[in-house]
């Protein structure tokens, strides 16, 4: 099963918002409510930033944000922070015989 | 606080297995609501999950890489551990072990601050 489809970069100036959208199809993001999304600062572990399409852990700034419609998740950024430039994974569930899928990526500069 | 640390060979060769050990602290895990999880990243590409055990010894793998990986649990030492076997140059990458909420959510926290590995003669 292919991964899931993200724009290999995106950017915005401080202070502003940027979305960051995750395709999948009807057989993963399209159809289950498991989508969730990752930051990573270069040489380190990713980070858990919103799960279950738009629930934040513990001490996420509510600056992020995540929906979806239909078979496309969508992470928002508000507010951007120079700290806010990393790399954005998302993931979905994918059925018992292909639990996880990530998407390819996206780098986020701030401008 | 749930903190998680790979361990294992930083050098493997061609044709050989790839081993890693994950060890738990700070909690259990022999916890009911949570399963253990192993994902990788080649330098400079993106993230890939490999599999997930949960405490009593049930595995999913991903089918890509399901007939090279095996799992295990060691719970008196709150470890699991990823076998992979039959390595090429292209299974080079850093591997991370993760809690993973496989039954719920979905999801992967907390991380390991994850290994690298390179597959070189």
């Known amino acids: 099963q292919s991964a899931l489809t993200q724009p290999p970069s995106a950017s915005g100036s401080r202070g502003q918002s940027v979305t960051i959208s995750c395709t999948g199809t009807?057989?993963?993001?399209?159809?289950?409510?498991?989508v969730s999304w990752y930051q990573q600062h270069p040489g380190k572990a990713p980070k858990l930033l919103i799960y279950e399409i738009s629930k934040r852990p513990s001490g996420v700034p509510d600056r992020f944000s995540g929906s979806k419609s239909g078979s496309t998740a969508s992470l928002t950024v508000s507010g951007l922070q120079a700290e806010d430039e990393a790399d954005y994974y998302c993931t979905s569930y994918a059925g018992r015989n292909n639990p996880v899928l990530f998407g390819g990526g996206t780098t986020l500069t701030v401008l | 606080q749930l903190h998680l640390q790979e361990s294992g060979p930083g050098l493997v060769k061609p044709s050989d297995t790839l081993s890693l050990t994950c060890t738990v602290s700070?909690?259990?895990?022999?916890?009911?609501?949570?399963?253990w999880g192993w994902v990788r990243q080649p330098p400079g590409k993106g993230l890939e999950w490999i599999g997930t055990i949960y405490y009593s010894g049930s595995t999913y793998f991903n089918p890509s890489l399901r007939s090279r990986v095996t799992m295990s649990v060691d719970p008196p030492n709150n470890q699991f551990s990823l076998k992979l076997n039959s390595v090429t140059a292209a299974d080079t990458a850093v591997y991370y072990c993760?809690?993973?909420?496989?039954?719920?959510?979905?999801?992967?926290?907390?991380w390991g601050q994850g290994t690298l590995v390179i597959v070189s003669s």
């Open positions: 993760a809690r993973h909420d496989y039954a719920d959510g979905n999801w992967f926290d907390p």
């Open positions: 009807s057989s993963d993001v399209g159809s289950y409510n498991y």
């Open positions: 700070g909690g259990s895990i022999s916890s009911h609501i949570f399963y």
